[in-house]
């Protein structure tokens, strides 16, 4: 934890606050119960307050960014002085999900009123049939 003191929040599903939709989407629920939170209620409050729902989650993943780039989840010196960092998945994450953000596609967050469709349709008026082989 970059904080000097555990940060306080609080994580509810089913989701009851655009807070936890935003937790939820940021991976920041709590999930072993250890009561280490990656950033506080009022962090989120805030943003929530200042920006619209998309515009308070890419304030909140670079947010995220900025400060857990200060402390990697593994770090291992060798003998020759070399360094190994490494963040898991989360920072990849958060990358993709602020593009995700800027271009308007959130992900599908159950009780948000927010649908993203993982898939398109289109009509076919007439199949092209030229290259078939007919027996």
């Not at 937790?23 to 280490?36: A, K, M, Y």
């Not at 989360?90 to 800027?102: C, L, S, T």
């Amino acid at each position: 934890m970059p904080a000097s003191e555990p940060q306080r929040g609080t994580y509810r599903t089913p989701f009851q606050t655009d807070r936890d939709r935003l937790r939820f989407l940021v991976w920041d629920t709590n999930s072993e119960g250890t009561g280490d939170w990656l950033l506080a209620d009022t962090e989120y409050d805030s943003a929530l307050s200042m920006f619209s729902f998309s515009d308070a989650l890419i304030y909140i993943c670079n947010a995220l960014l900025s400060l857990y780039a200060q402390s990697p989840d593994v770090y291992e010196e060798d003998a020759s002085g070399g360094v190994k960092l490494q963040w898991k998945n989360r920072f990849e994450r958060w990358i993709k999900m602020i593009e995700d953000a800027q271009n308007g596609d959130i992900p599908i967050v159950p009780g948000a009123g927010v649908f993203r469709s993982s898939f398109s349709a289109g009509v076919i008026i007439k199949p092209d049939t030229t290259n078939m082989r007919t027996t």
